[in-house]
């Protein structure tokens, strides 16, 4: 049952109206492609991601930090609740079989850092970039320029992250 | 966007066949009043209760603790991974408007006390019972004795606990 | 390094007179047995516990659930600051060899659940009794009387736990 | 009880001896300065720093990510056991008053965006460098180059940070 691709997409809960719109771009694109939208539930690129989904017809889950269902966005259809914060936030990369980065503060950071560690193939928009203690800038984010871009690669990624499965994936 | 109602089932991973039948019967009386479906994702009652759900045409979410999609079973529309083992159990309480706990060991009754804790509404089918340490019998916990009279009983207990949107609930 | 025997002693927040002075009791054997006291560092028999130890020259660990230090009792020497809820119910009995309940509501409840889960030992004082579905008492929790024999009994199991070591223990 | 300053040290699992003696240095300092070492409890950067405290005298806190005591490293006075993995990476930067990372991978790059994300003073000693998505290097992290220079530091930001208590405040 469980061959969906589901796709997490991470980014600031106050963003500009620009980051804004790229989320919105990236998250029709996951739904018209039949992909599941994995967000943290808050406002900013989840908001705007899952408002995107929803707005093709897609599907969306928030995993929220706090405790309270009330928090999650108005276009979130799967609301998890948790109370953990922001430990939430391994969550939200795990549930994804690939993580889409849409410019992003400290919690998105964090989140990448957790995809990266965690070897979930991580395409970025507009976001961070990191330069580790040997003074290498990192080379295991896929940085792309556009939604569309992001959104095909994300796929494509994921579908390469499940070579058991090639045969049946098809939504 | 967030009018459904999301049911807790909870129980035990190595279910008799009896406790296996109810949850799957129980899952299935779900899925007929249009809520979904939330669960710890693994076997036994977990299993059971989603695979009835999918049988009557619900949706059912799988809060699993490892870090594998894999661990879930068949009937999982949608895996949360979290990684966190079972700790895990606060969140599957939590993203319940309420809790139907069929049979059950440890795990369950940890689950049982988490809701009751946070004071979500707690519906029993053959499942524990508690003695406090005053030695009065826990009377928090609606017991019940068959899935229709659990899952009847556990929609008006989600209706009720929502004051503020009686006029909007439908489904 | 790590041959000190650390014990979990779990109960409620909100305690009676009597409760409270029985955790201090229990505070102070631990401490006089040498061994650590790992509590979820909040008051009633959180606090009693850590003062009973510290006035017996003991050490104190507070695994608390909020994101604030200052939300610790009096007597912790180390708070553990998780900031995830009674998701850190796991936390504190996982990190005791053994775990001694005094008294306790629902937190407890499920913090005894999930030692029995993990298989730690658990020593009982006036606390939880529990019936599982087929009708059966539950017998896992060693039932005791008074603070010296519960913590007799939990240091006693504590060692049992850890056969690989027994030659090393002391203190 | 609570007035000792915590000092949590984060960095790779799998150092360089560069990074291990840079570790162990400012873990020595954090003794010497009365401070309580708190950090992840595993190998390399976390091992160097709890045997640099040991070795003057030091207190040292590991929070483990596992489920199993044993997986601390050798010089640890209180392992934690969480059993949730890389969530645990909060509750190490949140256990400090101040955090120092020396070298990281990725995990002690969500570490420190945990850090900055909560406000938390963090101090730099060879480690990551973040540009955001405007293209500007993040500058909430104190560059040091020694591990005195990072530990003193370390030390005058801790107690600036809780200005509340500053008359108290000794060790």
Redesign the interface.
């Known amino acids: ?2 061959k ?1 691709i589901f796709i997490s997409v991470i980014g600031e809960s106050n963003s500009s109206p620009e ?1 804004y719109k790229l989320a919105e771009e990236v998250g029709a694109e996951i739904a018209k492609a039949g992909a ?1 939208l994995v967000s943290g539930g808050l406002k900013g690129v989840m908001e705007a991601s899952c408002k995107g989904a ?1 707005s093709a017809g897609g599907t969306t ?1 928030g ?1 929220l930090p706090g ?1 309270k ?1 009330e928090e ?1 966005n ?14 939430r ?3 939200v990369v ?2 994804g079989h690939v993580v889409i980065a849409v ?5 998105t ?2 989140e ?3 995809a ?3 070897k979930l193939p991580v395409v970025g928009l ?8 040997y003074g290498q800038m990192v080379k295991d984010v896929h940085y792309t320029t556009t939604p569309k871009e992001a959104v095909a690669l994300a796929l494509k990624l994921a579908r390469e992250a499940r070579p058991e499965e090639p045969s049946e994936f098809k939504k």
């Open positions: 049952m469980d969906k980051i599941v929803k889950i995993i405790s269902r999650g108005a276009y979130i259809d799967y609301p998890i609740i948790t109370g953990v914060g922001y430990a936030n391994k969550f795990k549930t410019g992003g503060h400290y919690g950071l964090s990448i850092a957790f990266l560690g965690y507009k976001t961070w970039q990191m330069i580790d203690h």
